[in-house]
């Protein structure tokens, strides 16, 4: 989804977004509270204190016929995809994380946590060699996933450990504890860090997969999401280098729950972080600007448990009504939904000198802003806006400086073109922008056209697009689901 943030039209825009979410469908399988849900780019896995786990498709969201997966003698807590989404780990009361074959539900592994205390939180490394498992006794097991042995262990200080998050780069995970300690370690089981960040306890946190890149040092940093007994969701900030070491900062807290808040996920692009609470309601917020986006009240009980899509924009939300709620982010952008004379001022060739000014504050260009109100840049003219003119009529000497200008007017372009064509951003292939025929799936969690995925990788050095970070694979999966989304879309606008 495309949003041109600035200031005169913020608001309108997030009124719009308000009326983009709806409910699409409701699994009512389970015979207990539903504890926990997860998304692979095919399949949605849910689990409950009822002891089993469920997969179901998500292309008609029909219930896998190897479904439910019965193996556990007490409740499930938690569950997750390895990153191609072949495995499934779950673990439980009765102590074990077991590994699934996705595919056809047998139990791959059986995995103990040494103490044989009920574990509560598992989660898999971003390149699947490592598996953490935390359990209620503070304990911290990091797994080979491959050869599924214990790598190392640890504990922490005070508590249970309910919640655990990989940075997306793998070099460390955070744990939350009862006790509302965040803790950091590296890939090696040391302990990096520990603070207090919840005084009544941690319930959930989750890193978002986009880093926020420092452009004076060139260091990139990861946001973390935590939610807690307190009512609150913290963001904080991590960055972790072998030459400067590790870093957490607190940014901001979120407000909107009005009781504690018992999960919290962010969207695969980064764009939107969710949570949800005892209170019964579900909450969307903008990471960028923190404000609200949807609340949604479907839920009759606590809401336990939520979760993003990684393809396409689904949510889905778990209760103690035992019930998982599956929600769909309307494809029409805001500048869609407004009306003609409305939907006029939001492209750039009808921007003010005024809406260029606020464009060049958010692209980090505040220096220009002077030089283009001196020389009448309105929108129009930006788009024209060549390094012959960059050099000659506004004088602009730095050669980085107008490198830099001319990429960001060169995404405008395409912004604009992508506006004009009215194809859904995410259809479109982040390489070339085109609509995806064979789109795929790469290891970095985002899709591409299958033919452009595959020459970047021949010619380019092993990083993703997205993330300019290192592949941990090259496999590519085919995305079917995406696939059907787009034949759907283009029967419906092509006739």
Not at 175 to 188: P, R
Request: proline content about 4%; glycine content about 6%; aromatic content about 8%.
């Amino acid at each position: 989804m495309i949003l041109f943030v600035f200031s005169a039209l913020v608001q309108d825009i997030l009124l719009q977004i308000r009326n983009m979410v709806k409910l699409i469908h409701t699994l009512a399988d389970h015979g207990d509270d539903v504890n926990c849900c997860a998304f692979s780019s095919s399949l949605l896995a849910t689990c409950s204190l009822d002891k089993t786990i469920r997969l179901y498709s998500l292309s008609d969201f029909t219930e896998l016929p190897h479904s439910p997966l019965k193996l556990h003698t007490y409740a499930v807590h938690c569950c997750c995809f390895s990153p191609s989404g072949h495995i499934l780990a779950s673990c439980s009361t009765d102590g074990t994380t077991v590994l699934w074959n996705t595919q056809n539900g047998e139990p791959l592994a059986v995995m103990e946590q040494p103490s044989g205390s009920p574990v509560r939180v598992c989660q898999f490394s971003p390149d699947s060699t490592c598996l953490v498992s935390g359990a209620a006794d503070g304990t911290v097991v990091l797994w080979n996933a491959q050869s599924y042995k214990l790598y190392r262990c640890g504990s922490v200080k005070d508590g249970s450990l309910v919640a655990c998050a990989f940075s997306p780069d793998g070099n460390l995970f955070v744990t939350g504890s009862s006790c509302g300690d965040l803790t950091v370690w590296d890939d090696k089981m040391r302990c990096l860090h520990s603070e207090k960040a919840h005084d009544l306890g941690i319930t959930c946190c989750d890193f978002s997969s986009q880093p926020v890149s420092d452009g004076e040092q060139g260091l990139q940093y990861f946001r973390l999401a935590s939610c807690g007994q307190d009512c609150q969701i913290k963001i904080w900030v991590v960055s972790f280098t072998h030459i400067l070491g590790f870093e957490l900062k607190y940014k901001s807290t979120l407000s909107g729950h009005c009781a504690p808040v018992l999960a919290c996920a962010f969207s695969h692009n980064g764009q939107m972080l969710v949570s949800g609470s005892v209170d019964k309601s579900v909450i969307v917020y903008d990471t960028n600007t923190e404000n609200i986006l949807h609340t949604l009240t479907q839920h009759t009980r606590y809401v336990t448990t939520c979760a993003f899509a990684p393809n396409i924009l689904l949510l889905a939300t778990g209760s103690m009504d035992k019930t998982v709620n599956i929600w769909q982010f309307d494809l029409e952008t805001p500048c869609q939904a407004r009306s003609a004379e409305d939907e006029a001022k939001q492209f750039p060739e009808d921007w003010s000198e005024d809406d260029v000014s606020v464009w060049l504050c958010a692209q980090g260009l505040n220096d220009l802003v002077g030089i283009f109100k001196m020389n009448n840049i309105d929108g129009r003219e930006l788009l024209n806006l060549t390094k012959e003119s960059l050099a000659d009529d506004l004088k602009i000497e730095s050669l980085g400086l107008r490198s830099k200008v001319l990429r960001k007017i060169e995404e405008l372009r395409t912004e604009v073109k992508t506006l004009s064509s009215g194809i859904p951003d995410e259809f479109l292939c982040p390489i070339t922008r085109e609509l995806m025929k064979d789109p795929v799936i790469a290891s970095d969690g985002y899709s591409y056209e299958k033919e452009a995925m595959e020459n970047w990788i021949s010619k380019k050095k092993r990083t993703s697009p997205m993330t300019n970070l290192v592949l941990p694979s090259v496999v590519l999966t085919p995305n079917r689901t995406l696939k059907m989304a787009i034949s759907r879309w283009l029967e419906t606008h092509q006739k």
